[in-house]
């Protein structure tokens, strides 16, 4: 059972099927008493990844989403189910796997805190016996794409969060690994930080084919990068399609703004309903499955229309109403 199967090529990179994940958490109670409680961070969860997707893996605090990661590195041994990743048991081949696989745990550094980058570089290079031309390529191509080149000779310790980033995801990647898995590589990055390791993580993806499972609080990451999305929410599979999907989850509305010729009061017509006048300009809710055609003419039929736009619905509201609702039922 531990012997690693030959796989073809067509069967999913990552497979987990009814996976669960239980903790025994042991709290004093009183002096002398202490009780014994279960947490199940992960149950029955099932999904597979096929070579070369991107998929965002999001999910409330607490959801589960490390835990999973944890389970597909190796590192926690699920207590349940069916788990393989490039047809490698994680936690009983962890050694082989790690060749085959690069991880980014956002909270926390994988460097040597008191080495500068390139030593750390050059020590994972012997870890995993990584080619001398195939590393010099790698390091050269992230160094450039990642503006690295300042920071080589810098301890891990003295950079800021998002050099210490660029540095960790360089890491996870110089021996080639065939997935990707990211716990938010993100966070507290700003805005520009955060524009670069998107564009990165863009190009491993598309120009190396690299499968890529990324969890993230910033929808904005999933939104520019995931064309598939996995919701988890008590340690359960809540969603599992593309962000249009997503979208149209629980009856979610979309915006028609409407610039009228002067203002006016709030119009008034069937399919749209008016939420904010302000001057000139009125915002009408109508249903995201709805064409805003028929809206639109029977406005322009009555009333003068300047101009008009749509607004999508936000994803945070989508997802903050999917939660909301998970955490109801
Ligand atoms: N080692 C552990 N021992 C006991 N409970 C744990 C352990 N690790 C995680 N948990 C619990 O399992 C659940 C899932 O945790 P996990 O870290 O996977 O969530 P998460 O989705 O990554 O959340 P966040 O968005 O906050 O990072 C939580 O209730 C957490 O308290
Ligand atoms: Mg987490």
């Not at 805190?113 to 590393?135: M, N, T, V």
Request: net charge neutral; with cysteine; hydrophobic share 40%.
């Amino acid at each position: 059972m531990t012997t690693t199967q030959p796989h073809p090529k067509t069967s999913p990179l990552i497979e987990l099927s009814g996976i669960a994940k239980t903790f025994v958490v042991r709290r004093r109670v009183g002096r002398l008493r202490r009780t014994r409680a279960e947490v199940h961070a992960v149950s029955d969860l099932s999904f597979t990844v096929s070579r070369g997707e991107m998929v965002g893996y999001i999910g409330p605090n607490g959801a589960g989403k490390s835990t999973t990661i944890k389970m597909l590195t190796g590192i926690l041994v699920p207590s349940a189910g069916l788990l393989r990743v490039a047809g490698i048991e994680p936690s009983r081949e962890r050694i082989q796997l790690a060749r085959r696989i690069g991880v980014v745990f956002g909270q926390r550094t994988t460097l040597w805190w008191d080495l500068p980058l390139r030593d750390s570089f050059g020590l994972l290079r012997r870890i995993y016996k990584i080619p001398p031309a195939r590393y010099r390529e790698n390091l050269d191509r992230f160094v450039d794409l990642l503006d690295l080149g300042p920071l080589l000779d810098v301890p891990v310790r003295q950079l800021s969060l998002g050099q210490r980033m660029r540095g960790d995801i360089t890491a996870a990647l110089l021996h080639d690994p065939e997935v990707l898995y990211l716990d938010e590589p993100t966070i507290g990055l700003d805005i520009v930080s955060k524009a670069r390791v998107r564009e990165f993580l863009r190009e491993v993806n598309a120009g190396q084919g690299t499968t890529v499972l990324l969890t993230t609080h910033d929808l904005t990451d999933i939104e520019q990068l995931c064309s598939r999305v996995m919701v988890i929410d008590h340690g359960r599979l809540m969603y599992d399609g593309d962000l249009d999907g997503l979208h149209s989850l629980g009856d979610s509305e979309r915006t028609l703004v409407v610039d009228l010729a002067e203002p006016l009061p709030a119009i008034e017509v069937d399919g749209g309903r008016v939420v904010r006048v302000d001057g000139p300009r009125q915002w009408l809710a109508f249903p995201a499955a709805a064409s805003a055609a028929p809206l639109v003419a029977a406005i322009a039929d009555r009333y003068p229309l300047a101009d008009l736009s749509i607004q999508e619905p936000a994803i945070e509201a989508v997802i903050a109403r999917m939660y909301a609702e998970g955490v109801a039922s």
